[in-house]
C-alpha cells in the first residue's frame, strides 16, 4: 500500500537555507494532507496541514503546496534551523474516513549548522 | 501545553503473552486513536475511538486485538496474545473532534516501544 510516497528518505541541508521536503500520493480522494515531524524516541507531532481544495498554506516558516493535477505537494522550510533536523512525514485524509491519518513512509532532514 | 502520555516506555513480553499498553490522551479531547510503526517502516492507523465505541478499525486490528476506556482519563490497548510481529512502537493520539466533514488534528503521544521475544 503505497497511497503517500517519500521518495527521498533523507535530505542534508545547510543551516539558513531552504528545505524542500517533496511528496506524492496515488489517491484521488485525499481531502486534508498533512506533515508531522517526528524526532527520536517521541511521536509524531503535528506541522501543517492543507486542504484539497487550496494550493498553498503558509505557517511562519513552513509552506505547504499542493498540486493536484500532479497528485504532488511539498514542505518547504525557510530559513531551515539545526533544531529542524527530524524526520517528516507526508500524510492524508480521506473525505470518507478523516479518523485514519494514512502516512508516508518519511524524509530524514538534517540541518547542518 | 497538555499532551499524550503512554505508558509504560518499553514493554518487553514473551509470545503467547497478554500486554496491556496504556494511554492518558489530553484531557479535553474526545476522539482517540492508535497506530503502530514496525522499524523502519511507515506508522499505521490500527483503530480510532470515539463516544464508547470503535468509530473505524484497520486490517490489521484483527480479534487479538481491543481497546477500552475503562475511566474518564485512559485508554488502553490490550493484544490477547502476542506474536514476534508485534513488535512495533505504539502510539496512541487524540483529538478535539469537530463538526462533520472537517478534518481534525491528531496529537501523538511518545509511543511505547513492544518487544515480543
Known amino acids: 500500500d503505497q497511497q503517500v510516497k517519500q521518495n527521498s528518505p533523507s535530505l542534508s541541508v545547510q543551516e539558513g537555507r531552504i528545505s524542500i521536503l517533496n511528496c506524492d500520493y496515488t489517491?484521488?480522494?485525499?481531502?486534508?494532507f498533512l506533515w508531522y515531524k517526528k524526532y527520536p524516541a517521541e511521536g509524531p507531532t503535528f506541522l501543517i496541514s492543507?486542504?484539497?481544495?487550496?494550493d498553498k498554506n503558509e505557517d511562519g516558516r513552513f509552506t505547504v503546496f499542493l498540486n493536484k493535477s500532479a497528485k504532488h505537494l511539498s514542505l518547504h522550510i525557510v530559513p531551515s534551523q539545526p533544531g529542524d533536523s527530524a524526520v517528516y512525514f507526508c500524510?492524508?485524509?480521506?473525505?470518507?474516513?478523516?479518523?485514519?491519518?494514512?502516512f508516508g513512509p518519511g524524509t530524514s532532514l538534517s540541518v547542518i549548522p | 501545553e497538555p499532551e499524550v502520555t503512554q505508558t509504560p516506555s518499553h514493554q518487553v513480553t514473551q509470545m503467547g503473552q497478554e500486554v496491556i499498553l496504556r494511554c492518558v490522551p489530553i484531557?479535553?479531547?474526545?476522539?482517540f486513536y492508535w497506530y503502530r510503526q514496525i522499524l523502519g517502516q511507515k506508522v499505521e492507523f490500527l483503530v480510532s475511538?470515539?463516544?464508547?465505541?470503535?468509530?473505524?478499525k484497520s486490517e490489521i486490528f484483527d480479534d487479538q486485538f481491543s481497546v477500552e476506556r475503562p475511566d474518564g482519563s485512559n485508554f488502553t490497548l490490550k493484544i490477547r496474545s502476542t506474536k514476534l510481529e508485534d513488535s512495533a512502537m505504539y502510539f496512541c493520539?487524540?483529538?478535539?473532534?469537530?463538526?462533520?466533514?472537517?478534518?481534525?488534528?491528531?496529537?501523538f503521544g511518545p509511543g511505547t516501544r513492544l518487544t515480543v521475544l
Open positions: 493520539a487524540s483529538s478535539r473532534g469537530l463538526l462533520a466533514g472537517l478534518t481534525d488534528t491528531q496529537y
Open positions: 484531557s479535553n479531547h474526545l476522539y
Open positions: 492543507i486542504s484539497s481544495i487550496k
Open positions: 489517491n484521488s480522494m485525499f481531502d486534508y
Open positions: 500524510a492524508a485524509n480521506l473525505k470518507t474516513s478523516y479518523d485514519k491519518v494514512i
Open positions: 475511538f470515539y463516544n464508547n465505541e470503535i468509530s473505524e
